[in-house]
């Protein structure tokens, strides 16, 4: 088995009232995930803007005494870890501070403070705090992993506003680990054994060279990350980053300064369209796997239209189907053109 990009159009006849009732036909390409199988859908795009929120008032209303993750409370309104886990019950790592979730989705569960600034703009992120900040996540892992060795799975997640479920305006991130897998890691790992059985290749490496060779959803190579647009992607956008490490072990910080930098260009392609939130996922296998390799996925989250409509729907959530509004090679050769960095 080799990798194969597989799609198929659909198309539906009518009567178009925005064009004087000509017949026209209007397509729907399906297109299966070259992973796992799976089928997101590329729809026509009725052209309505994406529509950004100014939070800046919001902020000026949640910041300060109000906030848990402000300077003069985050170190009294948030829990601590054990001192047999983590000694004085937090990592403090310059300011990106380290705690455990009040509210835990899994069986480790930390939120990184990710700095002092209660709303930071995506133009206001710099390479520093949020290399620093992914630093101090994995130190975290480092000691869970120390310590609870039955750990498998982890990943470091960003819900970035409220758009994207972020429920405190202060810049945070969430870090995962347990035995358990979620179902993307859980699927991701099966299918990419199985592609490694078949083939004898690393599923993520034949991904990269790929589409380097097709060059049609290939943006760039900053330091130690390849990035490409999904073929099928899981929203209206779908970047995925492919680390040279395949474990939690080969991570180190210059891993976290190239995602750095590249998240910061990703910000600024953002911003020229009108988005303003996203949702960023790190998955890192805990033990060497020849079949895996650390690898980020980021896709927006956003409204559209007078209305405000919703980016998720029914087919999101309960066919569990994306819909995607954007072509996978347009947005690439837009996004490319934000990365001067040449191929290595």
């Avoid at 937090?90 to 501070?97: H, L, N």
């Avoid at 750990?151 to 405190?168: K, V």
């Avoid at 910080?253 to 260009?265: I, K, Y």
Wanted: hydrophobic share 35%; charged share 20%; net charge negative.
């Amino acid at each position: 088995m080799s990798i194969t990009f597989t799609a198929k159009e659909e198309f539906f006849t009518f009567h178009d009232p925005m064009q004087d009732g000509k017949l026209i036909d209007r397509k729907t390409e399906i297109r299966m995930d070259p992973l796992t199988g799976e089928t997101s859908r590329i729809i026509f795009d009725p052209g309505a803007p994406f529509t950004s929120t100014d939070y800046s008032e919001l902020a000026k209303q949640t910041s300060g005494n109000k906030c848990p993750f402000c300077p003069e409370n985050v170190h009294t309104f948030t829990p601590k870890f054990p001192n047999e886990l983590i000694e004085d019950g937090r990592i403090i790592q310059g300011e990106a501070v380290v705690f455990p979730n009040l509210f835990p989705y899994s069986k480790h569960n930390a939120v990184v403070r990710m700095c002092d600034q209660h709303f930071v703009k995506l133009n206001e992120f710099t390479t520093a705090m949020i290399a620093n900040s992914f630093s101090a996540a994995h130190s975290y892992l480092n000691k869970v992993i120390a310590q609870d060795p039955e750990t498998a799975y982890a990943s470091i997640n960003w819900n970035y506003l409220p758009s994207s479920g972020g429920s405190i305006l202060h810049p945070h991130i969430h870090v995962l680990a347990s035995e358990m897998p979620t179902n993307y890691q859980l699927t991701a790992l099966a299918s990419s054994e199985q592609f490694h059985i078949e083939t004898g290749s690393n599923y993520y490496d034949s991904l990269v060279e790929s589409e380097r060779e097709i060059d049609e959803r290939y943006i760039a190579t900053v330091g130690s990350i390849d990035w490409v647009h999904a073929f099928a992607p899981k929203s209206h956008t779908d970047f995925i980053g492919v680390l040279n490490t395949s474990s939690l072990d080969g991570l180190n910080d210059s891993n976290w300064q190239d995602l750095a930098e590249s998240l910061t260009g990703f910000f600024h392609y953002f911003e020229s369209i009108g988005i303003t939130s996203f949702n960023l996922a790190l998955f890192i296998p805990v033990s060497k796997n020849s079949s895996e390799r650390v690898h980020v996925r980021i896709v927006p989250r956003l409204t559209i239209g007078a209305l405000q409509t919703s980016d998720m729907n029914v087919f999101n959530f309960l066919h569990g189907e994306p819909l995607c509004l954007k072509v996978p090679e347009e947005t690439t050769k837009e996004v490319a053109s934000y990365f001067n960095m040449s191929v290595d």
